[in-house]
C-alpha cells in the first residue's frame, strides 16, 4: 500500500508540524491493541507505531518505552531527556530551564514543543519513522498540537500507587559514563483492602558502573513531589482526551520489570512478536 505523506495543516504550530508526519487514514490505525490480529497485525502494518507512554514521574514509563523502541525499531523519544540535553548544553536556554526543572514545574509548551521538533528534524533526516513518546503530551495544548499534526495509535497510562513512586524516583541513578538507568530503591509495599502486594527489587549498576553513579537533580523529596502533585494537575484531561478518542489502554503496573514486561506485551498483543519477526527474517 502506498504512504501517502501529509503534512500537517496547523505546521505553522511552534514549527512542529512539518515534523511529524502521518500516512493516510487507510493505514493510520496500527496498533495491535486497538485493532486486534496481535503481531501479524503488526507485522503487516504500512508504516511504524506512533505510540504515547503516559504516567507519573517514576512510573517507569522510560523504561519500558524504550525497551518497546528496541522491539519495534521506533525511536525512544522522551522531552526529559531533550530538557536535560539542554541544560548541559549550557546554551541560552540553560539557565532558564534549570531554575523551571529544579522547582518540579514544567516548561513552556512553546520550548518543549521546539525541542521535540528539532529532536523529530535530526531522526527524520536519519530515516527514522514512527515514534513511542515518553514525557508528551503533557498539557492538553501539547496533546491537541500533536492530534493536529499527526495520527497517534496507542496511548499506553502506565500506573502504580502513589507510595511507590517516591521511592522509586528517589532511587534513580544514571551511569554518567553508559548512560545507563538503574534503581536503588527496595520496594515491598503491602497490598491492604484488596489491593495487591507490590514488590520491585533494585536494579544494580554493573560494577564498573558502581562508582560512577549520577542522580538527577530534580530527583530529591521535595522536587519529585511537587512533579507528582503537577502531573496529577494536569493528567486527568489528557487521559480523557484519549480515552474519548478510545485511544488509551491503562496498564497498572503488577511489579518490577520480571513481572511487568511480559504482562505489558500481552496486553499490547505482542508476546510472539519476536518469534514471528524472526520467523519472517
Ligand atoms: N512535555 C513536557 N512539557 C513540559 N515540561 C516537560 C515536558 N517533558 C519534560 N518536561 C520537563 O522536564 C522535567 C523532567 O522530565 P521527565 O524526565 O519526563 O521527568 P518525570 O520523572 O517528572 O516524568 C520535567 O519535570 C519538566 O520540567
Redesign the pocket.
Known amino acids: 500500500m502506498a504512504r501517502v505523506l501529509r503534512v500537517a495543516r496547523s505546521s505553522s504550530l511552534f514549527g512542529l508540524g512539518s515534523r511529524f508526519y502521518s500516512t493516510s487514514a487507510e493505514v493510520s490505525h496500527a496498533s495491535p491493541f486497538l485493532h486486534g490480529g496481535g503481531a501479524s497485525r503488526v507485522l503487516a502494518k504500512d508504516r511504524n507505531v506512533q505510540w504515547v507512554f503516559l504516567g507519573?514521574?517514576?512510573v517507569g514509563?522510560?523504561t519500558y518505552a524504550s525497551r518497546l523502541s528496541t522491539l519495534l525499531g521506533v525511536p525512544h523519544i522522551?522531552?526529559?531527556?531533550l530538557?536535560?540535553e539542554e541544560l548541559a548544553s549550557s546554551g541560552p536556554l540553560s539557565r532558564q530551564l534549570s531554575e523551571?526543572?529544579n522547582q518540579?514545574?514544567?516548561?513552556?509548551?512553546e520550548i518543549?514543543v521546539n525541542l521535540l521538533s528539532k529532536r523529530l528534524e535530526a531522526g527524520e533526516a536519519k530515516g527514522e519513522s514512527g515514534f513511542i513518546l515518553?514525557?508528551?503530551?503533557?498539557?492538553m495544548r501539547?496533546a491537541e498540537i500533536l492530534g493536529d499534526v499527526t495520527d497517534i495509535d496507542l496511548v499506553v497510562n502506565l500506573k502504580l500507587p502513589e507510595e511507590v513512586l517516591v521511592d522509586k524516583?528517589l532511587g534513580r541513578r544514571t551511569c554518567n559514563q553508559c548512560g545507563k538507568g538503574f534503581n536503588v530503591a527496595h520496594i515491598n509495599l503491602k497490598g491492604e483492602n484488596g489491593k495487591p502486594t507490590i514488590s520491585m527489587d533494585p536494579l544494580l549498576p554493573p560494577p564498573q558502573c558502581m562508582s560512577k553513579l549520577i542522580t538527577r537533580a530534580?530527583d530529591t523529596e521535595e522536587v519529585v513531589k511537587a512533579?507528582l502533585r503537577i502531573?496529577n494537575e494536569t493528567s486527568q484531561p489528557l487521559e480523557e482526551y484519549y480515552r474519548s478518542k478510545g485511544k488509551l489502554m491503562e496498564f497498572d503496573l503488577p511489579g518490577g520489570i520480571p513481572e511487568s514486561w511480559p504482562r505489558l506485551l500481552e496486553a499490547l498483543r505482542l508476546d510472539d512478536y519476536e518469534e514471528k519477526q524472526s520467523a519472517a527474517a
Not at 522522551?78 to 531527556?81: C, E, K, L, N, S
Not at 518540579?104 to 509548551?109: P, Q, R
Open positions: 507519573c514521574p517514576g514509563k522510560g522522551a522531552t526529559g531527556d530538557v536535560r523551571i526543572v518540579g514545574k514544567l516548561v513552556s509548551d518543549i515518553d514525557g508528551f503530551p503533557r498539557t501539547q524516583c530534580d512533579r502531573y
